[in-house]
């Protein structure tokens, strides 16, 4: 197994390079292989029939150096080298002069009749080259050229230790993948990608080569999602659910609305995996307002009513007020629901932790403050967490071991993309409402030119004579709180000038300690303040019917998916909703996206946008992607492939050979290696 050799047993590999290598985590023959370039450069020389003007951007001539190569300092850190070559035509031979800036290290390697290759452009006329990059034939002699991402270690060497590890190692690499899927899926063999990756012919061979490694990559990854489904399917480790169903017919026959298609279809799966012996992990999505509270309470009903314990997480202390109250109010009638709210504010703390270990309250309502170490359950059976996403990974670990191995549910209001789902939740089961409640209005959205602002503050003064309320959420800088903050505060001061004696005007943004953020949304809740000023990255995100109007300013520095959640707070009650997009600059490219949102209410095909242009860190509220940083696929630009993946992932997890049958070793070892990485963190 290449694996298992060490570069630092090759006595041909000096030292330093060995430290080198390690720095950058290339610590076996399988590493320095397997560690394929991040791009090419294409030196392939350009004939001199071909160049046909000064304009042409990319062209490649080969030539000796044929004078002395003079450095000039300009300024700072900045330098130019200036040298000639000659370059041999069919008619005669042709001086060039070339210049290349700060490569003044080359210098004295440029010496006379060295054979080199230059990239770049003509400047001015056909007599003076403009150098992006060159090569040295006789170090590099090729005209594809790999370029690796190893830090400190000069190019030139390391394509010297690939050439001596490939040529002493490659009978002794071994297919991975079977060959029926390779054959399927018309795929180049390991042994073959090896020697195409790192010393190509010509590009095209490189695209197929990749096209292999992407989809091993996108394969093991989803095979190991596919492969935790099952083992959390088939080891049977959670008690059964079994839920009265009178009291759930009793809760929807009490309801002064009627509950949706989707949101029967939604209940119908969630109680099925109730009464599964293994543990519920299903994803809940749907717009702002599309009524998922009704759907978590119906799923604690049911746990309730089996004896067992509920809980239900909030990103926010105002959120799990609210949802106490909810709960409170909407199951009152029914005995098995004994609500207790626990936050970080909570004053009887040891009283409630022991309302909870004694089964005394059996719905735990509350933000991280529900899994810390001192709160005990007696019979937990199910976790709703509100907002999934805004809770780390660690957290939601730390609640289910609170049980057994209890039934999660997690809710979001983000459309996520079928892609980024496929991918990011391998392991999760789904379940979406698209359909709005009949008394739920669609948001008027208006693409608004910042000369156009009067236009909506006439607005704004208009829905406040009316008794309704405002959100105005201000400029996203991502360069830095303190700029955010700042902005915040302008615009705060500005709106208590332009409603003074109208309305108060509220202020949250991340600075403020919670209780303070907590104070001013109150006082925006019980309406004594008629505009809450914002900055978006915080939660907002509570029950606020009386709210219809939100002014988004910045428009342009937001995710058109944020965009559209940020519009969801304005519906949830019956009165027609209004979501104004203020840019502060325009360019053809954000008013194109910013009237996307203004012509599109599905939340999904916003969601998908996003993820094309802005990439998958947009749906974790940050500016990362976490296991979907894969090597060499892209989501975005690999979609095809990741469907194939996905598709053949589906087929060998239910397949025997993925389990006995030796050419399928490697993918088994992968996702087996996977799953107990996995347990071990939930352990």
């Known amino acids: 197994m290449l694996d298992k050799i060490m570069l630092a047993d090759e006595e041909y590999i000096l030292s330093r390079y060995k430290t080198l290598l390690k720095k950058a985590n290339i610590l076996t023959v399988s590493d320095i292989l397997y560690n394929f370039p991040s791009k090419y450069d294409d030196y392939t020389v350009t004939p001199h029939s071909e160049i046909v003007s000064l304009e042409q951007e990319h062209v490649v001539l080969e030539g000796t150096i044929a004078s002395k190569a003079n450095v000039s300092y300009l300024k700072s850190k900045m330098t130019s080298m200036v040298f000639t070559i000659n370059i041999e035509t069919k008619d005669k031979n042709i001086n060039v002069r070339c210049t290349i800036f700060n490569r003044a290290f080359l210098k004295d390697k440029l010496k006379f009749g060295t054979v080199v290759r230059v990239i770049g452009k003509f400047y001015q006329n056909f007599n003076n080259f403009t150098v992006a990059d060159l090569i040295i034939v006789d170090e590099i002699n090729r005209d594809i050229v790999p370029v690796y991402k190893v830090k400190d270690l000069a ?97 929807v026959n009490s309801l002064e609305y009627e509950l949706t298609k989707d949101q029967v279809k939604v209940i119908g799966e969630i109680l099925k995996d109730l009464k599964s012996p293994y543990p519920m992990n299903r994803l809940l999505q749907g717009e702002v ?44 009638d029914f005995d098995c629901v004994k609500p207790i709210l626990l936050t970080g504010s909570s004053k009887d703390k040891e009283s409630i932790v022991n309302k909870i270990v004694n089964h005394e309250a059996t719905v735990i309502i509350g933000t991280h403050a529900v899994f810390q170490k001192d709160v005990d359950y007696d019979k937990l059976g199910l976790v709703v967490a509100d907002e999934e996403h805004r809770f780390g990974v660690r957290q ?44 739920r209005k669609q948001v008027i959205t208006k693409f608004v030119d910042s000369k156009d602002k009067k236009e909506v503050v006439t607005h704004m003064k208009e829905e406040l004579k009316k008794g309704h309320q405002i959100y105005v959420v201000t400029p996203l800088i991502e360069e830095s709180e303190n700029l955010d ?35 001013v949304i109150n006082k925006f809740l019980n309406k004594e303040i008629g505009i809450l000023v914002a900055t978006s990255v915080i939660e907002v995100g509570v029950n606020i019917p009386n709210a219809t109007t939100i002014v988004i300013l910045g428009a342009e520095r937001f995710g058109v998916a944020t965009l559209h959640q940020l519009r969801g707070r304005v519906m949830r009650s019956s009165e027609v909703p209004y979501c ?17 949102v203004e012509a599109t209410t599905d939340g999904f095909t916003l969601a998908e946008y996003d993820l094309k242009h802005r990439g ?23 979609s095809d492939l ?42």
């Open 642 to 683: 990741l469907d194939i993946a996905n598709q053949d992932s589906e087929e060998l997890i239910k397949n025997e050979k993925l389990f006995n049958d030796q050419e399928y070793e490697s993918l088994y070892n992968t996702i087996k290696q996977n799953y107990i990485l996995k347990t071990q963190v939930i352990d």
């Open 616 to 638: 998958p860190g947009e749906f974790f509220g940050e500016k990362q992607s976490g296991s979907m940083n894969f090597k060499y696929a892209d989501i975005r630009s690999d």
């Open 155 to 251: 190019q030139v060497k390391y394509f010297e230790l690939i050439e001596t590890i490939y040529r002493k190692y490659k009978n002794k690499i071994t297919e991975t993948l079977p060959k029926e899927i390779l054959e399927k899926n018309s795929l180049m063999s390991l042994p073959d990608v090896v020697k195409k990756l790192h010393f190509p012919q010509k590009i095209e061979d490189t695209k197929e080569a990749y096209r292999r490694v992407k989809y091993e990559e996108l394969l093991r990854y989803q095979l190991s999602m596919k492969y935790l489904h099952l083992m959390r399917e088939t080891t049977k480790s959670t008690d059964v659910i079994n839920y009265d169903e009178e009291l759930i017919n009793k809760l």
């Open 396 to 439: 939601r670990v730390l609640i289910k071991n609170k049980g057994l191995d209890v039934n999660y549910l997690k809710m979001s209001a983000t459309p996520i993309p079928r892609t980024l789902a496929i991918s990011a939740y391998g392991d999760t089961d789904f379940s979406v409402i698209k359909t709005m409640p009949a008394n």
């Open 485 to 519: 903050t700042a902005n915040a505060t302008e615009i705060y001061e500005n709106m208590k000038k332009y409603f003074s004696g109208l309305t108060e005007v509220g202020l949250v943004h991340g600075k403020l300690k919670t209780a303070e953020k907590d104070d």
């Open 289 to 332: 307002g599309s009524g998922k509270t009704i759907v978590a309470f119906a799923s604690i009903l049911a746990t309730c009513s089996a004896g067992y314990q509920a809980v239900l997480m909030c990103p926010t202390e105002i959120l799990a007020k609210q949802h106490f109250e909810s709960i409170t109010e909407i199951l009152k």
């Open 580 to 596: 104004f997009l203020i840019p502060e600059k325009n360019t053809e490219l954000s008013d194109k996206r910013l009237k996307m």
